[in-house]
T-cell receptor, first 113, second 114 residues
């Protein structure tokens, strides 16, 4: 079975600091991985996706993630946090059976001025 | 491309009542997914359609839940005899295809059962 674990339910950084949100996956087949962001009372917006092309994936708003098979990880990073980055972030793996998304528990990112 | 829309955005109902939610996907998307999200949790899969065919239902989807996509366009999710445990955000998403395609999410319908 496929699963996703996000380490740290809450991360707090200062504005301008590095953002690192951790995601580890479990999959018996090469995974398709996604990062989504959710602002309060809104739906989810895709940040980036990995579909077995380049291992370093660039997304919107300056975010990027690196697929590391040996570590079964897909951590999300951004060099310099902005106040507008404060939101809930979800890592997800796409099931080969039908394409449903299996989400992690989410990480709430706070950005301090 | 107007995005995925959901109606209503908020619904408050009394326990035991029936409720129905609607989702309008992006027009050219043949796949439509329903998820449920409770506070502090990631979304959980409920069911999905390819065109008008419902191809998978989660064990989370009890007999009180039913979903349809009659013409392969919009979809409805009905909950009969609502319970307080049904209070959650119900999210709809659509995509062009299978596992490698990104899903585009609607704003969700927040259900509160009193």
């Amino acid at each position: 079975a496929q699963s996703v674990t996000q380490l740290g339910s809450h991360v707090s950084v200062s504005e301008g600091a590095l953002v690192l949100l951790r995601c580890n996956y479990s999959s018996s087949v090469p995974p398709y991985l996604f990062w989504y962001v959710q602002y309060p009372n809104q739906g989810l917006q895709l940040l980036l996706k990995y579909t077995s092309a380049a291992t370093l994936v660039k997304g919107i708003n300056g975010f990027e993630a690196e697929f590391k098979k040996s570590e079964t990880s897909f951590h999300l990073t951004k060099p310099s946090a902005h106040m507008s980055d404060a939101a809930e972030y979800f890592c997800a793996v796409s099931s080969y059976q039908g394409g449903k998304l299996i989400f992690g528990q989410g990480t709430e990112l706070s950005v301090k001025p | 491309d107007t995005g995925v829309s959901q109606d209503p955005r908020h619904k408050i109902t009394k326990r035991g009542q029936n409720v129905t939610f609607r989702c309008d996907p992006i027009s050219e998307h043949n796949r439509l997914y329903w998820y449920r999200q409770t506070l502090g949790q990631g979304p959980e899969f409920l069911t999905y359609f390819q065109n008008e065919a419902q191809l998978e239902k989660s064990r989370l989807l009890s007999d009180r839940f039913s979903a349809e996509r009659p013409k392969g366009s919009f979809s409805t999710l009905e909950i009969q005899r609502t319970e307080q445990g049904d209070s959650a955000m119900y999210l709809c998403a659509s995509s062009l295809g299978g596992p490698s395609y990104e899903q585009y999410f609607g704003p969700g319908t927040r259900l509160t059962v009193t």
